[in-house]
């Protein structure tokens, strides 16, 4: 896959500032602001070995306003240091004299972290403004003054559009980071005439987001078959005219917005694709605190959903064996309550011990992966909603960005020779 911008081999880093946006994001305890997970931060660190010897200037947030995970980066900072083993220093500043002097007093080989960049309103306030008016921001001016280069590493935000991840791409040359670029190429297997039978596992309480990537891996002939898990196996039973009894379609009405017509766009992609999309043929209801076995011929169900049934696992499990190419998303049922996590696990089972290439994602997907310690997925994405958008087939802002950024700046001094 030849990418349409820039990345770090195609422009001269060595000794220059740095400015790179990177998505740390992790969850955390409210109570004492403690990270709980490192993967994201591990990620870029090793992205941030790659790079030559410069001035890093590092750009992040945490969370968002109203959020009690909303907190600044210090700590960020410190767990970031012990992983690369190599001092950064945490700015409590963005853009205003503190930040600017750290930048000027930085020396080759120094690695500073600003300040949460959703502690500023420009950040949140002009999501999804123009260029010319992020390019305006006090953030995007007072940095780019000090920078030479920006990176941008935040794949699981390329969904968005703000000043930190978009705003400096007219101004500055501009190219994707290490984990940009690992995505991209990995997802590129699955969605650039993938090896056949492409097979998708779509499960969860997230329909809608199902729904579009469905829809697009459809359309687009991507994919030979979707095996659809969860809710969103629900959705398309009761598509198909199927009762799942009332306490699962009060469920389904109370949790997804518009489940109405969701429902609706379930029964089209059934009608379009004949044979095309799965649901399963038994479910596990939770009576009690116990599974207990329905088949769609014993519906409507008198309890909750909470898993699917043996004889789905084991027809599920045979057709992904067999397939060459392999995407997923979502477990298949309430994984987190005891005695109801078979479902998920022997799929993901069935996925890690497959000979397919495979692509994984989501939050509660790699929880799954992670602590069933399932090795041998060939890609798991860091990306959740970006991911989803991804693979729906929508416009990245972050990416198109990046792409006139190649464009303005392809004469540019720092590119270097024969970069096409």
């Not at 945490?90 to 020396?107: Q, W």
Request: net charge negative; hydrophobic share 40%; with cysteine.
């Amino acid at each position: 896959m030849v990418l349409p911008f820039f990345t770090i081999s195609d422009l001269d880093l060595e000794n220059r500032t740095v400015l790179m946006r990177v998505d740390i994001n992790s969850p955390l305890n409210p109570e004492t602001g403690d990270i709980l997970s490192l993967k994201r931060i591990e990620e870029h660190a090793q992205s941030i070995r790659k790079l030559p010897a410069c001035k890093l200037v590092l750009l992040a947030h945490q969370s968002r306003p109203g959020k009690k995970d909303f907190y600044p980066l210090k700590e960020h900072a410190k767990v970031l240091s012990r992983v690369l083993d190599r001092e950064v220093e945490y700015i409590d500043s963005l853009f205003h004299n503190r930040a600017i002097e750290a930048i000027g007093n930085m020396k080759i080989g120094d690695i500073i972290l600003l300040e949460n960049s959703r502690f500023y309103a420009e950040e949140v306030a002009l999501a999804d403004a123009s260029m010319e008016v992020q390019e305006r921001s006090h953030i995007v001016r007072a940095l780019s003054k000090v920078s030479s280069v920006f990176i941008n590493d935040a794949f699981s935000a390329i969904h968005r559009s703000q000043p930190t991840l978009v705003g400096f791409t007219r101004v500055l040359p501009s190219c994707a980071g290490p984990v940009m670029e690992k995505e991209l190429r990995a997802l590129s297997k699955v969605t650039d005439d993938p090896e056949s039978p492409c097979i998708a596992i779509l499960g969860g309480l997230k329909v809608d987001d199902s729904i579009k990537v469905a829809e697009n891996l459809l359309k687009n002939g991507i994919c030979d078959r979707i095996l659809t898990t969860g809710v969103v196996g629900s959705m398309f039973q009761w598509a198909d005219g199927h009762d799942l009894g009332t306490v699962n379609k009060n469920f389904i009405h109370q949790e997804i917005q518009e489940a109405d017509g969701l429902l609706e766009r379930c029964r089209k992609m059934l009608d379009d694709h004949p044979g095309k999309i799965e649901y399963p043929s038994d479910m596990t209801l939770n009576i009690d605190g116990q599974r207990e076995r329905v088949t769609l011929s014993n519906l409507p169900a008198d309890g909750p959903i909470f898993d699917i049934g043996i004889e789905t696992i084991a027809h599920y499990s045979n057709v992904i064996r067999e397939a060459k190419t392999l995407i997923a998303n979502g477990p298949a049922g309430v994984y987190e309550v005891q005695g109801f996590s078979e479902g998920t696990v022997e799929i993901f089972r069935a996925i890690d011990e497959s000979p397919a290439y495979s692509v994984m994602g989501g939050g509660e997907t790699t929880a799954v992966i992670k602590d069933k310690k399932f090795n041998n997925i060939d890609h798991v994405s860091t990306g959740g909603g970006a991911l989803i958008y991804y693979l729906s087939g929508k416009e990245m802002p972050v990416l198109t960005a990046l792409k006139r950024s190649k464009e303005l700046f392809a004469n540019h001094e720092i590119v270097k020779k024969n970069v096409g």
